[in-house]
């Protein structure tokens, strides 16, 4: 960074921890929240809760041992006294504060033990004719070692020196009533006394407007760059043959729904496209996602290309690899297995079939694209649960072959407002129907105190004939695994005692990965009866006989894996059932996320409603999220702005790219990696 007064590398290598790496970079370091150093307000007057700037001399002031070691000190104004309190502080603080002197605090009012009281206040050390700042004094997100009045005074320093063009015309600002940019940002560096530190901090005011409308227009603007470049790139056409896919086709036990057909269709059309498909099919727990993938890998195989289909868990890849034999062996097509639990030997054979081009379809984990792994021909790539995978895997994928199509399957039901924002560059299709003769799961919320009639209904679930999954919470401790594991061996333990009449069966993360796959084998065949499970059953695994499912500590969990959980029943004709026990006491957000559970079956409704509950980056995954990037915008309270800033985007690519480009460069100059999610 280059500044007219040179920045100590130390101070520099702080800013690049924030995210600064040019000057321009800290016109939008704005702030987190202001601090009111414009008036006093007298002692007399305080009450607890409130964040104010008071004004006293220091009566009294010592280092106390009891309860903890503890400055305290005592301002007083008048008659009427405050205590500052600090549990952290240097010699010179103590020095600062000593008896006789006038000083300034600003901090938080709060009842303790000696009345009212600060908490480390900010203070400083004034005469009476200290003037009063003239506005907000604006809080910056920092790091250890860079101070506030450091930063601020490099942002200052950026504010008069750098022009702040408005990237947007005027007649667009006022059709949107948006205020200039320039104006904007001023006045959220310093703010004046007039407009009220809650607008900003709610970030209401119209400045914050701008600047969220700004930031979701770039986002907007260069999803759809991104877009319109692949369709720039070259993938191989793979159009329809049919003579696989309707083989398959012929063989199902089942017609596809309207809504399967619909997506095989987009996704048959993108294939024939000599520009590299990248789409997301979006699909409910159990709305048969999998026979159109199938179909997918069928038409790229007609071709004589090869497919890669990868899942985040072995449990996962495995079951769709059996699927898939079951499915395709009668066509000619021998899948190959790759996972990393693989024997060196086993995965070297694996490698030799898909570099040699010997097969045409690969199922596995992310073992699949290692760099020992050389596709010989791979025309098309297929990951189930993408949002699983974290952010570098997704980049390994692109990279690799010469640009194969791309399918993405989820079955997190993403509310509209998200996948505007978050997949603008991705085309979407929705299964929107699930399969027909399947009975609505009942819910039913029971207190753990009533455990033993769960463990009745287990059982006449199993002598009808049915199957029935027990899940096991993860817990979230440090050594969460391990609690995990123990509570599934017990729970497993417990349910083997009180049903001795029952084949019960564990699964568990810990299990070697060949276990594992026997133990679910068993109760897919049903030479299980009852499967205690932790939460590795969460996603894909299909045994329509099971119809019965009890998530024990429901209260512990989070609405999707609870709803993807239930999912795994109510997969066959039978009816089911879900209990969900909780145990007291059940806190306030639990509560709120069982009820949701117990009302909804719809997994779009549940995941609007989680959405309200827990906000944007934690339901895709924040890691991953193209939305948790977003600074400043919040797509919940936002949505307005994400609406015009969608529709502008369009405006502007199409009829003014200077101003698309010149908004772009503003805002993306240095975040290449914004989209690549
Ligand atoms: P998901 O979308 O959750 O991956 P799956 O692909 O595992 O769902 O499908 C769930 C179950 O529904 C499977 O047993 C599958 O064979 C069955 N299925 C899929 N499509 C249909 C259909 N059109 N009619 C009947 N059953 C279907
Ligand atoms: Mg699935």
């Not at 079951?319 to 899948?335: S, T």
């Not at 068993?522 to 894909?540: C, D, H, N, P, R």
């Not at 119809?547 to 239930?566: K, N, T, Y």
């Not at 997994?603 to 999220?625: M, Y």
């Amino acid at each position: 960074m280059k500044t007219p007064d040179k920045i100590p590398p130390a101070t520099l290598a702080k800013l690049a921890k924030l995210g600064i790496h040019h000057r321009a970079d800290l016109l939008l370091h704005l702030p987190l929240r202001y601090e009111d150093e414009t008036h006093l307000t007298p002692i007399a007057a305080l009450d607890a809760g409130v964040t104010v700037q008071v004004q006293g001399v220091v009566s009294h002031c010592e280092v106390m041992y009891r309860p903890r070691r503890s400055l305290i000190c005592r301002l007083q104004e008048g008659n009427d006294e405050l205590t500052l309190r600090f549990l952290n502080f240097y010699p010179s603080q103590q020095k600062q504060l000593a008896v006789g002197k006038t000083i300034r605090a600003i901090g938080e009012v709060r009842m303790g033990y000696f009345g009212l009281e600060m908490v480390h206040p900010k203070c400083r050390a004034v005469d009476d004719d200290t003037p009063l700042q003239q506005s907000l004094t604006p809080i910056y997100p920092t790091t250890a070692g860079l101070s506030q009045p450091v930063l601020r005074k490099l942002i200052v320093n950026a504010l008069e020196n750098i022009a702040l063009t408005d990237t947007l015309p005027p007649a667009l600002l006022k059709k949107l009533q948006l205020t200039p940019f320039g104006d904007s940002l001023r006045l959220l560096h310093n703010p004046t006394p007039d407009i009220s530190a809650s607008t900003l901090e709610q970030r209401s005011h119209a400045a914050w407007r701008r600047i969220k409308f700004d930031e979701l227009l770039a986002q907007q603007l260069s999803m759809r760059v991104h877009h319109r470049e692949r369709n720039k790139r070259i993938a191989p056409t793979l159009p329809p043959q049919r003579n696989l896919t309707n083989a398959l086709l012929n063989k199902l036990p089942f017609t596809l729904t309207n809504a399967q057909q619909k997506v095989w269709r987009e996704i048959s059309g993108d294939l024939a496209q000599s520009h590299p498909m990248q789409r997301l099919l979006l699909g409910d727990v159990g709305s048969g996602k999998t026979i159109v993938a199938a179909l997918a890998a069928l038409q790229a195989i007609e071709n004589g290309y090869q497919v890669a289909f990868m899942a985040p868990t072995e449990i996962l890849a495995e079951q769709h690899f059996l699927k898939l034999r079951e499915w395709l062996v009668a066509l000619g097509i021998e899948p190959v297995w790759l996972s990393g639990s693989l024997k060196k030997k086993e995965k070297s054979a694996a490698a030799e079939r898909i570099a040699s081009g010997d097969t045409l379809l690969a199922v596995g984990t992310h073992a699949l694209f290692q760099a020992s792994i050389e596709f010989n021909k791979l025309g098309l790539v297929i990951v189930d649960e993408q949002h699983k995978f974290g952010v570098q895997q997704r980049l390994a994928l692109r990279n690799k072959g010469d640009e194969p199509h791309q399918l993405m399957m989820s079955a997190t039901p993403i509310p509209r407002t998200l996948a505007m924002s978050y997949y603008a560059d991705l085309d979407v299709s929705v299964i929107d129907e699930l399969p027909p003769g399947r009975t609505p799961i009942v819910t039913k919320l029971v207190s753990d105190a009533r455990r033993e009639e769960v463990f009745e209904r287990v059982r006449a679930a199993c002598l009808a004939g049915r199957q029935v999954y027990w899940v096991c919470p993860l817990i979230e401790e440090s050594d969460a695994m391990e609690v995990e594991l123990q509570n599934a061996i017990e729970t497993h333990q417990q349910l083997s005692e009180a049903l001795p009449e029952l084949k019960v069966g564990l699964a568990h993360g810990r299990l070697p990965p060949a276990e594992k796959a026997a133990v679910m084998a068993a109760f897919k065949s049903g030479a299980l009866q009852l499967l205690v499970a932790t939460t590795v059953i969460e996603v894909g695994v299909d045994v329509p006989n099971a119809s019965l499912m009890v998530i024990d500590h429901a209260e512990r969990m989070g609405l999707a894996q609870l709803h993807q959980l239930r999912g795994r029943v109510g997969r066959g004709a039978a009816e089911s059932l879900c209990v969900l026990l909780f145990q007291q006491p059940v806190s306030e957000l639990a509560r709120a996320r069982l009820k949701i559970i117990f009302e909804n079956s719809d997994g779009f409704i549940i995941a609007q409603q989680d959405l309200q509950l827990r906000g944007p980056g934690e339901l895709l995954g924040a890691r991953q999220s193209g939305v948790a990037m977003l600074r400043f915008a919040d797509i919940r309270e936002d949505e307005d702005l994400l609406e015009q800033a969608r529709q502008i985007a369009d405006e502007l690519l199409q009829n003014s790219p200077d101003v698309a480009r010149a908004h772009l460069q503003r805002w993306m100059a240095n975040k290449h990696d914004f989209l690549h999610v």
